[in-house]
């Protein structure tokens, strides 16, 4: 059945899941190839909540890249990097791939790292950062990814928690227009940070070289080709792959364990039943390998499928243009891309028709796959328009490691509805609850949370924090996984993820979703993206306020357009909603992997005191954003 057309067996496939989850999983586990092949699928009385395979024995880079090359598929292309920012661009065979990975495994053993053993990878977009990863799989050591150009003082606040014996970085990491340098970043990390790694490997780009420091740094590639190849080290399944922190709302930051088996059966299964992808395939994800996605679908999730992975060093407009993510689709046969719903607006903004879209050949592009956050209806229409292939929308979180809803190409497509996540896919029991924990009917918002235990390759904990984990997810409905995002299931079982729980604002004791508002506000012809928080009100306890960012070709007075959106929401939502204020900003807050700072925009315009997020894009753009909600008060 074609993956895009047809009736969908997802009912069937979802209902067999839930008779029987362990039978479901121990099939989609004869896909890894195993040095020891579990007996137990899931054991309860294992870690906090169960663990599952607990006594298989595997190694990821070996099903990565290993078992491919033995299969005859050394010389198809693992990873393509295209480099628009750079100008230069490369293709990694499976050989050449597993050449270079074992090289620089090889580095890192003669200089003592091991298995359990921690590595800092402090890269940009560039192969070195998926070989640095994989290296440290095919030792059986643990990652921890920290995204380039971090600031100092988060980088060093996970070298402080992840105690690495190395850091791998590079140089410099080139963004639009500047060079942003490393160096000085990881020197002085290294400074603020209590525990001080053994040794640096730094990849030194053309573009911006740096000074090494003696007896602590040496140059990436000259270590890579002095060292012997190593040898894939079996690990145990239950032992953590990788550690990506997320910042915690307590200030320090939370270590998502990723652990071995469950994650490779988990991310094996996904590429076909999810994305309908098959071995050959070239997939692309459009995001960071310092993010959650990048992990999952860049690197490993490709990999482990013997697909083709496209690793981008650009932007989605600006490298050179509007038409960039297009480009590369045609040019390297994309057959599914996923990107953050971010990433369409900015192109929607510059290029409101879709101009560039005619100017490539996407014949071989078969899907559109969002996350992140919810995407808006009127985006997800213009793109489904524009493009004429299935646009699915999928949520789920750094700590799932892969989807918790979506709509699945390798079960067939059931029909779409824009603004909704889709179904949850096989493996996760999804329920809606109330603030008592007891499930609401269908229709109605609440806090979504799913039934333990939690499906493979969701973290089984926090790095040497269990009871943080705990009482972070796991005690405030019992027996269930708190999401933190709250939704519905509409009577037809689609999931609709309106917000984080804390986007639900109370007005006059009615609570509302400012996902809903931004959804109306999103729908007007001359908006390209918007947010809406509540702030406090004498009256009403919490009132909304939309901050809307108009499209490049719009010349309109804002006061008009500011009192089109209000009257909108009042048509589709209510006066219950109480939204009065709606103002233009150039730009909105965001981190850099796209997720608006919708919290403080919120503590902006409450006038209470912030830090700036350590994720963000360009805090510039948080003096701008005090500007217009000081104006608007004058």
């Known amino acids: 059945m074609d993956a895009n057309t047809g009736s969908s067996r997802?009912?069937?496939?979802?209902?067999?899941?839930?008779?029987?989850?362990?039978?479901?999983?121990?099939?989609?586990?004869?896909?890894?190839?195993?040095?020891?092949?579990?007996?137990?699928?899931?054991?309860?009385?294992?870690?906090v909540y169960g663990r599952w395979f607990p006594d298989g024995e595997l190694n990821t880079c070996w099903n990565a890249l290993d078992r491919h090359v033995g299969a005859g598929r050394g010389a198809q292309p693992a990873i393509i990097w295209d480099s628009p920012i750079t100008g230069r661009s490369a293709v990694l065979s499976y050989a050449q791939l597993l050449d270079r990975v074992a090289r620089v495994?090889?580095?890192?053993?003669?200089?003592?790292?091991?298995?359990?053993?921690?590595?800092?990878?402090?890269?940009?977009?560039?192969?070195?950062?998926?070989?640095?990863?994989?290296?440290?799989?095919?030792?059986?050591?643990?990652?921890?990814?920290?995204?380039?150009?971090?600031?100092?003082?988060e980088l060093a606040a996970r070298i402080a928690d992840a105690k690495p014996?190395?850091?791998?970085?590079?140089?410099?990491?080139?963004?639009?227009?500047?060079?942003?340098?490393?160096?000085?970043?990881?020197?002085?990390?290294?400074?603020?940070?209590?525990?001080?790694?053994?040794?640096?490997?730094?990849?030194?780009?053309?573009?911006?070289?740096?000074?090494?420091?003696?007896?602590?740094?040496?140059?990436?590639?000259?270590?890579?080709?002095?060292?012997?190849?190593?040898?894939?080290?079996?690990?145990?399944?239950?032992?953590?792959?990788?550690?990506?922190?997320?910042?915690?709302?307590?200030?320090a930051?939370?270590?998502?364990?990723?652990?071995?088996?469950?994650?490779?059966?988990?991310?094996?299964?996904?590429?076909?039943?999810?994305?309908?992808?098959?071995?050959?395939?070239?997939?692309?994800?459009?995001?960071?390998?310092?993010?959650?996605?990048?992990?999952?679908?860049?690197?490993y999730g490709p990999l482990l499928a013997g697909c083709t992975s496209v690793l981008y060093e650009g932007k989605p407009v600006g490298t050179p243009d509007a038409g960039a993510f297009w480009r590369v689709a045609s040019q390297h046969g994309v057959k599914v891309l996923f990107t953050a719903p971010t990433a369409l607006r900015a192109i929607k903004k510059e290029d409101p028709e879709g101009s560039f879209v005619?100017?490539?050949?996407?014949?071989?592009?078969?899907?559109?796959?969002?996350?992140?956050?919810?995407?808006?209806?009127?985006?997800?229409?213009?793109?489904?328009?524009?493009?004429?292939?299935?646009?699915?929308?999928?949520?789920?979180?750094?700590?799932?490691?892969?989807?918790?809803?979506?709509n699945f190409r390798g079960l067939g497509l059931f029909p779409a509805r824009f603004g909704s996540g889709g179904k949850p896919a096989p493996g996760y029991d999804l329920r809606v609850l109330d603030e008592g924990g007891q499930e609401v009917p269908r229709g109605q918002i609440g806090t979504l949370a799913v039934k333990l235990p939690l499906p493979p390759s969701c973290l089984p904990t926090l790095w040497h924090a269990d009871d943080r984990f705990r009482s972070a997810y796991l005690e405030t409905f019992?027996?269930?996984?708190?999401?933190?995002?709250?939704?519905?299931?509409?009577?037809?079982?689609?999931?609709?993820?309106?917000?984080?729980?804390?986007?639900?604002?109370?007005?006059?004791?009615?609570?509302?979703?400012?996902?809903?508002?931004?959804?109306?506000?999103?729908?007007?012809?001359?908006?390209?993206?918007?947010?809406?928080v509540g702030v406090k009100d004498s009256l009403k306890g919490q009132a909304p306020i939309g901050l809307?960012?108009?499209?490049?070709?719009?010349?309109?007075?804002?006061?008009?357009?500011?009192?089109?959106?209000?009257?909108?929401?009042?048509?589709?939502?209510?006066?219950?909603?109480?939204?009065?204020?709606?103002r233009v900003v150039a730009r909105l807050p965001k981190t850099r992997s796209g997720k608006i700072l919708r919290g403080t925009i919120r503590r902006i315009a409450d006038g209470e005191t912030y830090a700036v997020p350590p994720t963000i894009d360009d805090p510039l753009i948080l003096d701008e954003i005090g500007d217009v909600l000081k104006a608007a008060e004058k």
């Open 10 to 47: 997802y009912d069937e496939v979802y209902a067999a899941w839930k008779a029987d989850p362990s039978a479901f999983w121990r099939r989609a586990a004869r896909a890894i190839d195993w040095t020891v092949a579990p007996k137990t699928v899931f054991d309860p009385k294992r870690g």
């Open 358 to 406: 005619a100017r490539h050949d996407l014949s071989k592009l078969e899907a559109l796959f969002l996350a992140g956050e919810r995407c808006d209806p009127p985006t997800a229409e213009w793109v489904s328009a524009l493009l004429k292939k299935p646009v699915i929308d999928h949520w789920w979180q750094t700590e799932t490691g892969w989807t918790i809803t979506g």
């Open 253 to 299: 930051p939370k270590g998502i364990v990723r652990d071995n088996g469950g994650h490779a059966v988990a991310l094996m299964n996904s590429m076909s039943m999810l994305y309908g992808l098959k071995a050959g395939d070239v997939m692309w994800t459009a995001s960071d390998v310092g993010w959650v996605v990048g992990h999952s679908y860049i690197v």
């Open 105 to 153: 495994a090889g580095a890192l053993s003669a200089r003592g790292v091991g298995k359990g053993d921690r590595v800092i990878v402090y890269m940009p977009m560039v192969p070195e950062a998926a070989i640095a990863m994989l290296a440290c799989a095919r030792l059986g050591a643990v990652h921890s990814v920290v995204f380039g150009g971090f600031a100092a003082a």
């Open 548 to 582: 809307v960012v108009l499209k490049a070709s719009v010349h309109r007075a804002e006061s008009d357009i500011a009192k089109e959106l209000v009257a909108m929401v009042r048509d589709r939502i209510g006066p219950v909603a109480a939204f009065k204020d709606a």
């Open 478 to 532: 019992p027996g269930h996984y708190n999401t933190s995002d709250a939704g519905m299931v509409d009577a037809d079982g689609y999931v609709w993820v309106m917000s984080r729980t804390d986007d639900i604002i109370n007005v006059a004791g009615h609570r509302l979703s400012t996902g809903a508002m931004e959804e109306v506000l999103a729908a007007h012809p001359d908006v390209a993206e918007c947010a809406v």
């Open 165 to 251: 014996k190395a850091v791998l970085s590079a140089s410099c990491g080139i963004e639009p227009g500047r060079i942003v340098k490393y160096k000085p970043l990881l020197d002085a990390a290294i400074s603020l940070s209590p525990h001080k790694p053994d040794f640096c490997l730094i990849l030194q780009r053309p573009e911006q070289p740096c000074d090494l420091t003696p007896d602590r740094d040496t140059d990436f590639l000259q270590a890579e080709a002095e060292a012997p190849h190593q040898p894939c080290e079996p690990v145990a399944a239950t032992d953590p792959l990788y550690i990506l922190y997320t910042s915690g709302t307590t200030g």
